[in-house]
């Protein structure tokens, strides 16, 4: 129960698990409007409502999902967010949760077991140009097969989206590739996780050259992921 009086002395509100379709207003409002202005952490993994994930858990709609994402980011104490196990990807609400790492205090971020598409992961790549992000867990977050960049004149393909022609396979890509190359841009991260999010050799490639003069990373977390003799060359 959040009332509208200042509550001062709470720092950590985990509310995993909740079902929050219809009440997540009462929560947004909060966030919003200061009612907890020393909030450091918060843990919203594995919410549940009237939306489905891939596959097939219940999670919030997407219009709830963006609302409350966007309430989050107004609560400026936060250090620590969690907001894994959501299907969070789709329809603005990868691009609403890469808006996280913008917040000023942010050391701590997890994304993992969701759903990011080359979109989202692209709005968080942009977001990590300037953060003070030190902890991202992206593990599990990638739909696990690669895509089609498009080609001239053509539209971005949804995901997911399997690549079976020969043809154009020139043209597939994990999605994270578009997040990992902008770590080179980035300062602030210590730890990265990255456990099967599809990153081939193509993307240790990536990861190789965006991270060969990364002074502060000191752990990054690889398993789990096809990166086949070439990859782990790099």
Known sequence: QFEETPNTDLTFLDLSGCWLEGTHELLGRALRDGIMPDLQEIRLAGLKGHGRTYDGRDTLT???????????????????????????????????????????????LDLSANYLDAAAYQALGEALHETTLKELDLSHASPGVRVLAPSK???????????????????????????????????????????????????????????????????????????GEEGLRC
């Open 62 to 108: 997407n219009p709830v999902w963006i609302e409350l994402l966007e309430s989050v980011c107004h609560q400026h104490s936060l250090q620590r967010v969690v907001v894994s196990g959501n299907g969070i990807g789709r329809s603005g609400t990868g691009h609403a949760a890469a808006a996280l790492a913008k917040l000023p205090q942010i050391q701590y």
């Open 153 to 227: 004149g053509s539209k971005t393909m949804d995901y997911p989206y399997q690549v079976s022609d020969q043809d154009q396979r020139h043209r597939a890509y994990a999605p994270i590739q578009v997040f990992l190359e902008d770590l080179s841009l980035n300062t602030s991260l210590e730890r990265l996780s990255l456990v099967n999010c599809g990153i081939g050799p193509e993307e240790d490639l990536v990861i190789e050259c965006a991270l060969s003069d990364h002074e502060s990373l000191v752990r990054l977390e690889l398993a789990d992921n096809p990166h």
